[in-house]
């Protein structure tokens, strides 16, 4: 992509516009945009959101028949996932996700993730609890802090009076999948309860280690006391249990394996007032728990290599850690006068880690973050809104560092909003990423070698993000056109490099061994990285009953270093035709994803990029009545196209029998589903 192309796009976007103002002046028709949340915390129309928001709602969620949240994130522009196997999804927003990607804040119901992870069993919400999915394209640590550093995605479920009485789903498909949910939802008075149990069990994806097993527990509780508060709770614990590794892995330095992670999470929330002069309290707690060794051995795998030890060497591995977060936020909402809005709150959070293979030296590690934040919305005229902005983030042994963040949005037609906005944002380091140090021991105590060091010096990267934005309505609110330019530049990026050559090298390895698998630690990179680009959303409506969804993002990636270049696709792409007939139901998606250098680990002098693939999902329904029940019939499939690689382990995918061919790649996966609610 080149940067001549926005300027074209947006002149296009204009005639558009002006030609869609004069042809359809009939409000009669115009159907009012979603309200959203996540940009500001103020309650906005999507015209007015300071930034791109994408709303995936619970009707489009249990239209694509998914059992895994993070595939409906690949209908989002700019989004690019993927799966190294069949229990683990890589999520990020223009890339750069590293080992782990850290750049999205996940949100489920306001709340912080333990984890930025899709996969973490604790953050899960049941899909059929979900009221929609707000995801805000751009940086929004003014709202949310570091971890929202290229955007949020904010899962909100249904308040538990909405559905009552008690929904079963069962759900069976190869390979080995086994999956059942009950909910029960019951209302007295002012009193709402909601509880759900899910299972879900699969075997992966074809020729990979990677079954599951996982139980959830969910309770919500609502309870409205008096005309003007309201309590909520939300306590979920879950079990789950997964394979991992690899088999033939070098000294089974990925070797085949059960994970287990336990986890319990509670959620108190307290509401005064109505929605524009309220005050909101929160308190969060959550606990993780990872079980995850095994051992290595010299001699597995490579005789040859074996042969240059002068003595066998075995010991245990592992990624057991222990995870806890405790979370108190304040937040206040007034409408000061008919054109002006503020909302301003403090939270508090701590973070602690436990992990003795993580953390060689002291085992424990903690921290306290303090966050202030504020919004303020100023209607100027009919056609102008500005909203303004930023958190002051200081965490503990950090100096305080502000986020701010404006935007003026400007209605130029009834169905026409046009945005422009600037924000900078800073993404802290992580426990792991400053504290982690990981050294290798036998079964004797005696170090065999440092595979990853701290680095205390680490800093926080800063991200100054501009954009421009279209939002329209047109064809009687048919069709909706969301366009975003954007130029994010970002300093002091974190990635992991390998130590330097000089350093002495430490432990029982041989020295060719040694620097052959290599040490790293976390570093700052010191050059340009910027990222210039366009997103596309587009949803049509041309006759009744069907629909299709287009989700487009170019990047031209700006980068001095050729390998954080490679971390970032340079377009991706789905396109959804939703069709209804009847009381038949299907949706059909193409998605396309550009090549990516995405993976886990890290392989002295070896570069690899996943090659640029397409693939298939369509899901099909029937609804119908049985035994005076609503039931509903339907059959998923995903990756219909065939094998393909989206996300590479790298120390695997370096050894020589997989030199020009992926050594791990997703496969279809089948399922038929029965929902039935009394």
Do not use: C
């Not at 306590?235 to 089974?252: C, K, M, N, Q, R």
């Not at 003595?311 to 054109?339: C, K």
């Not at 899901?619 to 119908?624: E, G, H, Y």
């Amino acid at each position: 992509m080149h940067l001549h192309r926005p300027p074209t796009a947006l002149a296009l976007l204009s005639l558009l516009a002006a030609g869609t103002v004069e042809a359809s002046s009939a409000d009669a028709f115009f159907e009012p945009l979603p309200v959203v949340l996540s940009a500001s915390r103020l309650a906005q129309p999507l015209q007015d959101s300071p930034g791109a928001v994408t709303v995936i709602d619970a009707d489009l969620i249990a239209a694509t028949g998914y059992r895994e949240l993070a595939r409906v994130l690949r209908l989002v522009p700019g989004f690019q996932v993927g799966q190294e196997r069949g229990n683990l999804q890589w999520v990020t927003y223009h890339g750069l996700g590293m080992d782990s990607p850290m750049q999205i804040q996940l949100l489920v119901d306001g709340r912080a993730s333990l984890t930025p992870s899709f996969t973490a069993s604790a953050e899960r919400a049941l899909p059929g609890d979900i009221e929609r999915i707000e995801v805000v394209r751009g940086s929004n640590s003014a709202a949310y802090g570091s971890n929202a550093f290229l955007g949020i995605v904010n899962i909100i479920t249904d308040d538990a009076s909405r559905h009552p009485g008690t929904r079963l789903k069962l759900a069976t498909g190869a390979p080995g999948i086994r999956d059942a949910s009950l909910r029960h939802a019951v209302q007295s008075g002012p009193l709402s309860v909601r509880i759900g149990a899910h299972h879900e069990e699969d075997e992966g994806f074809a020729d990979l280690y990677d079954g599951r097993r996982t139980d959830v527990l969910n309770l919500r509780a609502d309870l409205q006391v008096g005309e003007h508060d309201a309590l909520a709770l939300n306590a979920g614990v879950a079990e789950s249990t997964h394979e991992l590794g690899y088999a033939g892995s070098i000294f089974d330095i990925a070797a085949q394996r059960e994970g287990r992670d336990t986890n319990r999470s509670l959620h108190l929330r307290w509401r005064h007032g109505p929605e524009d002069d309220a005050i909101r309290v929160s308190a969060y707690w959550s606990r993780q728990s990872r079980d995850d060794l095994w051992r290595y051995d010299s001699a597995a795998n490579s005789r040859t290599l074996a042969n240059a030890f002068p003595e066998r060497l075995r010991g245990t591995v592992g990624n057991s850690a222990t995870f806890v977060q405790h979370n108190l936020e304040i937040e206040r909402r007034e409408r000061v006068d008919e054109a002006t809005r503020l909302m301003w709150g403090a939270e508090w959070k701590r973070i602690e880690h436990d992990s003795p293979f993580w953390y060689h030296e002291r085992r424990n590690h903690a921290r306290d973050e303090h966050r202030l934040f504020a919004n303020l919305e100023l209607r100027t005229g009919t056609a102008f809104l500005w909203n303004a902005g930023g958190m002051l983030e200081q965490l503990q042994g950090d100096e305080a560092r502000l986020a701010p963040r404006v935007f003026l949005n400007w209605q130029a037609a009834p169905r026409i909003t046009w945005r422009i906005g600037h924000s900078r944002a800073w993404r802290q380091p992580d426990l792991f990423e400053r504290n982690v140090d990981i050294r290798i021991t036998d079964d004797k105590g005696e170090l065999v070698q440092r595979r990853q060091y701290p680095n205390p010096d680490l800093r926080p990267q800063r991200i100054d993000a501009s954009e421009i934005g279209f939002l329209g309505v047109f064809g009687d609110s048919r069709s909706t056109l969301d366009v975003r330019l954007f130029r994010e530049r970002i300093e002091d990026l974190i990635v992991r490099n390998a130590v330097p050559s000089d350093w002495p090298i430490e432990g029982k390895l041989p020295e060719a061994i040694s620097r052959g698998l290599g040490s790293t630690r976390w570093e700052n990179h010191s050059g340009r990285v910027q990222l210039n680009g366009i997103e596309t959303q587009l949803h049509l409506k041309p006759w009744r009953g069907t629909e299709f969804l287009l989700a487009h993002s170019l990047i031209d990636r700006d980068v001095d270093d050729p390998r954080i270049r490679r971390n970032v696709a340079p377009y991706t792409a789905s396109l959804s035709w939703l069709q209804r007939a009847g009381a038949w139901r299907s949706l059909l998606s193409v998605l396309r994803m550009g090549p990516i250098d995405a993976g886990f680990s890290y392989v002295p002098g070896f570069d690899y990029t996943v090659p640029s693939y397409t693939t298939v999902d369509w899901s099909v329904s029937r609804s119908l009545r049985l035994f005076d029940m609503a039931v509903e019939l339907r059959l998923t499939g995903i990756n219909l196209l065939g094998r393909h690689q989206e996300l590479a382990n790298r120390p695997l995918q370096a050894q020589p029998e997989f030199a020009g061919r992926p050594a791990n790649e997703v496969s279809r996966q089948a399922w038929l589903a029965l929902e039935t609610t009394f």
